[in-house]
C-alpha cells in the first residue's frame, strides 16, 4: 500500500459517519442531540485521562529525571499558548469554520452558522490532536504500515456519527482538516526516516491529553477553552524533553 491509505481511509470514514449522523440526527429530537454531545464529552474525558497518564512515563522519567515531566507538560501548555493565543490559532479555525459554512451549507441563520462552526472546530481538535494522529501518521509516511490509521479510522467513523448528530454537516467539513493534517504528517514521516524517541512522544501524548480536556470541558458546556490556540504545545513538549534530557 501506498503511504498516505490511512489517511484517505479517515477522510472516507468521516465523511460516511458525517452523513450518516446528519440523516439520524433530524430524526432525534434537540434533548436527544444534546445527550449524545454529553456522552462524547464523557467518553473524551476518559480518552484524555489515559493520555495525560503518559506524564508517568517511565522512559520519560528516565530521561529527564523523575520531577521534570510535569513541568515540561506546564511549560508546554504556558509557551504553546502564548504563541498560539499571538496567532490567533482559535479565531483563524473558527474564522476556517465560517468560510466553509458559507461555501458548502449556504446562507443559515446565526444559530446554525455557530452550531456548524462548533462541530467543525470540535471535530477537528479531536480528530487531529490524539497520538495516533501523530504516531499513526508518521509510521504510514515511513513504511511502517498504516495499522494505527486504520484504527483511529474506524474510532473516528463512529464518533463521527455522534457528533453529526449534535452538530450537522460542520462534522463532515472536519475531514479536510484530518487531510491535510494527517497528510502533513505523514510527509515529514517520509522525509524523517524514524520515529520519535519514547520519551518524547510520552510527552507530546501527554500534552495533547490535556487539550482533549479542553475539548471535552467544550463538549460538556462548562468552560469554552479555546484548545486551538494550545495546539502549538505539541510542538514544544518535544523539543523541552530534549533541551531538559541533554541538561542532565
Excluded at 190 to 218: E, F, I, K, N, W
Aim: net charge neutral; with cysteine; charged share 15%.
Amino acid at each position: 500500500m501506498f503511504p498516505g491509505v490511512g489517511t484517505v481511509v479517515n477522510v472516507v470514514t468521516v465523511l460516511v459517519g458525517a452523513t450518516a449522523g446528519v440523516v439520524l440526527g433530524n430524526r432525534l429530537p434537540p434533548r436527544t442531540r444534546d445527550l449524545v454531545t454529553d456522552a462524547l464529552g464523557l467518553v473524551t474525558l476518559l480518552i484524555a485521562a489515559t493520555s495525560a497518564w503518559s506524564v508517568l512515563d517511565r522512559d520519560l522519567a528516565a530521561y529527564v529525571g523523575t520531577s521534570a515531566p510535569m513541568l515540561i507538560v506546564l511549560g508546554s501548555l504556558l509557551i504553546g499558548g502564548i504563541a498560539g493565543s499571538l496567532a490567533r490559532l482559535e479565531t483563524r479555525v473558527e474564522s476556517l469554520g465560517g468560510w466553509l459554512q458559507r461555501r458548502l451549507a449556504g446562507s443559515a441563520g446565526s444559530e446554525e452558522r455557530h452550531r456548524f462552526i462548533e462541530g467543525f472546530v470540535t471535530s477537528s481538535l479531536i480528530f487531529c490532536t490524539g497520538p495516533l494522529t501523530i504516531l499513526g501518521s508518521l509510521n504510514d509516511g515511513l513504511g511502517h504500515g498504516a495499522d494505527q490509521l486504520f484504527l483511529k479510522a474506524t474510532l473516528d467513523g463512529f464518533a463521527a456519527i455522534a457528533f453529526a448528530a449534535s452538530f450537522g454537516w460542520g462534522v463532515a467539513a472536519s475531514a479536510l482538516t484530518v487531510l491535510v493534517v494527517q497528510g502533513s504528517i505523514t510527509v515529514i514521516g517520509v522525509a524523517l526516516g524514524d520515529v520519535l524517541p519514547d520519551p518524547h512522544l510520552a510527552a507530546l501524548t501527554a500534552v495533547g491529553g490535556l487539550l482533549l480536556v479542553g475539548v471535552a470541558m467544550r463538549l460538556l458546556r462548562i468552560r469554552e477553552i479555546p484548545v486551538a490556540d494550545l495546539l502549538p504545545a505539541l510542538l514544544v513538549a518535544p523539543v523541552l524533553v530534549e533541551i531538559v534530557g541533554s541538561l542532565r
